[in-house]
């Protein structure tokens, strides 16, 4: 079990810049989950996918926020035209299928993302 | 809709003391529950979970929560603080799509 892991750890852009950011879940887990965590808070819920397919999408997730997962492997979230309330913590999650309710969910150390 | 709300955003403990801290709930189904360990610059980690079945909790690094419905609470314990325990701690609630839905967090200090 390597984790899930994400990529970069940090990115600092300029406003106005597009970001994107990779996470690759436990292997064998199915379902893979985005949250955002600003200073002070707890996360908050972004999408899910149950493998390729993206099954649900939060009201904070504007339209410059788009997620894929093409092949239910990997997981990218992209953000266009950053604005400065976009700096947080973005974390990924995956969990095995199961019966959702008792499946933990694994997190990975997220990106922080920082607008200049 | 679930919620969660910890009391609390700060919590001071002095080493091998008791640790206690506040998490209520809301939910119009009956709740899934679960308490995460955040370090700084760290993803979260899960210390233990409420599903159904036996209400006091037991998780890791001596940590133990007890679901108490008619109080709507999961507050987490733990019997002698170490300095490691120093950290954040989130109480969350599964909402309906399997999401967490996560309290504001209680940041833990441990005084030698």
């Known amino acids: 079990d390597t984790g899930v892991s994400q990529d970069p750890r940090h990115k600092i852009t300029k406003r106005g810049q597009n970001v994107t950011f990779r996470c690759d879940p436990i292997?064998?887990?199915?379902?893979l989950y985005w949250y955002r965590q600003t200073l002070g808070q707890g996360p908050e819920f972004l999408t899910y996918?149950?493998?390729?397919?993206?099954?649900?999408k939060s009201r904070l997730l504007s339209d410059r926020f788009s997620a894929e997962r093409p092949k239910g492997s990997f997981s990218t979230l992209e953000i266009q035209r950053t604005e400065q309330g976009d700096s947080a913590m973005y974390l990924c999650a995956s969990s095995e299928t199961g019966t959702v309710s008792n499946q933990p969910q694994h997190f990975g150390d997220g990106t922080r993302l920082s607008i200049l | 809709a679930q919620s969660v709300t910890q009391l609390g955003s700060h919590v001071s403990v002095s080493e091998g003391a008791l640790v206690l801290l506040r998490c209520n709930y809301s939910s119009s189904v009956p709740p899934y529950l679960f308490w995460y360990v955040q370090y700084p610059n760290q993803g979260l980690q899960l210390l233990l979970k409420y599903t159904t079945g036996a209400t006091l909790v037991k998780g890791i690094n001596g940590f133990e929560a007890e679901f108490k419905k008619s109080e709507t609470s999961f507050h987490l314990t733990k019997p002698s603080a170490h300095m490691s325990d120093a950290a954040e701690y989130f109480c969350a609630v599964r909402g309906s799509q399997g999401n967490l839905i996560f309290g504001k967090g209680t940041k833990l200090s441990v005084k030698p």
């Open positions: 996918f149950q493998n390729e397919a993206q099954l649900e």
């Open positions: 292997s064998e887990h199915n379902r």
